[in-house]
Every structure is written in structure tokens, then in C-alpha cells.
């Protein structure tokens, strides 16, 4: 159906033992042309009074399109006139209002002068004039760099960490933009308070990021997913604080100190199904074919997900907008669905939670006449990575059982 969308519960099941080679793209970043026409999603906009460009409204690039209270601004990637203003679904941002713009007019983009007293107020303040969205965990950096001062964390580390075997975006934006992401991660520190910094990455880029960048300090994330919580589980027992931020939200925010506000983002395509595999720049709001034409697909190619394997969503709409934060799209020629039966009590869910919830016993338990509350051990630390529905050799959306759980004990529903 043209603008489906399948979440990554449903995505998995066609995923679960799919061969392809794991190769991940050593070539530089191509810029994409604009488009003709820029849908930009403005999330977090639902009040009338966030969305400040109407229809029919002629718009300068860099402009803020919408203020939310709780998101990220966004702005325009190029001058244009706002066509329509609508409704419509985001991968990884879900139902939002977006900004249909028509491009046109003058390309130039007038700096904007930061607000602040001292460094920490220029940088919050920086990171949140210029609607810039960690690509890691698709929040606004402002609200991560909060989060991260109140966790009083001592080691910083831009995230180079791929846990999708396809995905280069990150260590693309290393390679290319490493003084940008050294210099955001500098004023990401100081701000959060962090006496030291450093790259994490995954162990296939280490030899390649050692050598673009031999002066910093590099942590070797575990080889398995997912990847990011087993590293931050390691230094937390050593005695370290660790955090981390998505390179491109880093070299955004060293942007942002000049005046410039984040609006296009690096998205990579790859898969059996594209002939030519890239790591491309592209605006906010490219639409999907787009991304997909400089990379020639394949007319067999059957699966089409944005983001992650493990949190992506399929979509089968040419014209779907693609966010900043998307960081890969993958293009599959012959998925096969897999069927799903009853829980066999295998265990492979616990062995691969990074936060030590049982799947399976949630599941059990959420099936029972009456839920046991008392069953639903630890479901609020649920960090949404999927790996239990990953590994579930019955096809079952372990994920979004424990999530179901967790808003089950939160009401305290039980019965």
C-alpha cells in the first residue's frame, strides 16, 4: 500500500536470517542536489502557535519553521514557499506535522549571532537555536546535554559505534569532519562537565579512526549488540561516567557556535538491492527516492527500511520524507517473512539483554488471565534496542511486550 509503514516489530520477522555480506563503506560524503520539493517534519509542533510558517508563506533558508516547547526547532534547508502545511507519518518520528516546501529563491544563509553570558549558556543555548537532534537517540542535543551535566558524567565520547552492519554514517562524519566533532565534543565537555573525551567505535573502524585522528583517546565497543550499552556497562564498573553523543550532533553544534543551524543531516544507503552504495548528505525532508536515485536500485529489490535494523521502519512510498536523524537507509532484494509461533523457552532474549529484564517472562506472564505484577521484573529499564525480538527464534515482538509491561506497571493495571 503506497505510504505503508511497518514498525520495527513488524520489520524484524523479514530480517531474521537474511545473508548479506557485512561491509561497511570506506567512501567520503556526496552532497545530494535539493529537491525540487522538501517535506520537513516539525515534531513536537501539535499546538497551532509552534508552527510559524503557514501555508503560502515564503520562507530564507535557515529559517525556524516551528518552535515546540519539548523538541527540537526546525529550520528550512533551502528558501522556498511553504505549499502546505499536513499531517502525516515520519520514519522515527511517527505521526508530526511537516512543512511542504517548494524550492526556490536565494540559497544564501545569514549566520545568527549566539545568546549567552557565558560558554555554557552560548552552548545550550547554541545547540537549541539551531534545532540539533542527536542522531544516537533522535533528542534534542540541548536535552541530552542536560541529561548528561545531571549525571555528572567524567568521560565524554562522540559515538562512532555502527550497531547496524550496514550503517558507515558516523564514522564517515569522523573521518571527514573530524575537527568539527572534536571541537562540538569540546564544548559538549566543558559544558557537562566532563574532565575527559575520546571516540568510542565499533572494532572494524579502530585502525582507520586511530589513524585520522592519533591524538585522541579511543574506547573499543564490544562486538555485539547492542553495542553502545555494553560499552557504557563496562565503564560504569571500572568507576567511569560515561556518555555519549552522535558525531554529526557534535559538528553541529561547533556550527551552531558560528551561527549556523543544523538542517541537513548524512544518511547511508546500502544493501543488495542499490548497485552503488553511498554515504550521502542530504537536506531535511528529502523525500526517499531522492536518496535512492544516485544509488541505482535494483527492480527486484523488494525491502526498503529507514534507520537501524533493529529500530528502522519499512516503507514502501517513494515520496516518504526522510529525517535528519535517519543515518541509514537499506535497500533488500528477497526478504522472507518468518511465521511466528509459541515461546520455546530457549532464553537467548536474557542472554542479550543489555539491562537484564527476562523477555520470556514477561511474555508468559502478560498472557496469563491475570497479570503478576511481581513477574514484570525491571521492565522500566527497557532501553528499546530490540535485540530480544532480534534473537527470538519464534518470531515473537519480545520488545514490544516489554514495553507493553512497563506501561502496565507504570498504571498499575494489573487486572
Known sequence: MRGSMLSAQDLLPLLHGYQMESRRLRDGITEIPTPET?????????????????????????????????????????AGCVEAVEFRE???????????????????????????????????????????????????????????????????????????????????????????????????????????????????ELRALRGCLPAVRIERAPARYPARAFLLRRLRAAGTAAG?????ALAALAAAMRGEPQ???????????????????????????????????????????????CEGHAVTDPDTPIPLHARCVTVLLHPQKRRRMACIGCGRCASVCPQGILPWQIHESLHREKVDPFLLLNVQSCIGCAACTAVCPSGLPLSAEVARAAAIRKSGDFF
Open 38 to 78: 522538501l517535506t520537513v517534519p516539525l515534531p513536537g509542533a501539535e499546538e497551532s502557535y509552534a508552527r510559524l510558517a503557514g501555508e503560502g508563506a515564503q520562507v530564507a533558508r535557515g529559517q525556524v519553521l516551528s518552535a515546540p516547547k519539548y523538541a527540537a526547532l526546525a529550520h528550512a534547508p533551502a
Open 90 to 204: 515520519i520514519p522515527s518520528c511517527g505521526q508530526v506535522w511537516t512543512a511542504r516546501l517548494r524550492v526556490n529563491g536565494d540559497p544564501a544563509m545569514q549566520a545568527r549571532p549566539v545568546r549567552g553570558e557565558t560558554e555554557a549558556e552560548r552552548v545550550l543555548r547554541a545547540a537549541a537555536d539551531a534545532g540539533i537532534v542527536d542522531e544516537m537517540t533522535g533528542r534534542p542535543l540541548y536535552q541530552e546535554l542536560y541529561r548528561l551535566r545531571r549525571r555528572e558524567v567524567s568521560l565524554l565520547l562522540a559515538c562512532g559505534i555502527e550497531d547496524d552492519p550496514w550503517c558507515s554514517s558516523a564514522c564517515a562524519v569522523l573521518r571527514e569532519q573530524g575537527e568539527q566533532v572534536l571541537e562540538g565534543l569540546r564544548l559538549a565537555a566543558a559544558f557537562c562537565g566532563a574532565k575527559e573525551t575520546g571516540l568510542a567505535v565499533s572494532p572494524p
Open 244 to 248: 555519549l553523543l552522535g558525531p554529526q
Open 263 to 309: 538542517t541537513h543531516g548524512v544518511v547511508t544507503v546500502f544493501g543488495d538491492g542499490v548497485r552503488t552504495p553511498r554515504n550521502l548528505r542530504i537536506p531535511s525532508g528529502a523525500p526517499l527516492s531522492a536518496l535512492l536515485a544516485p544509488c541505482g536500485v535494483r527492480e527486484e529489490a523488494s525491502l526498503v527500511y529507514v534507520g537501524p535494523a
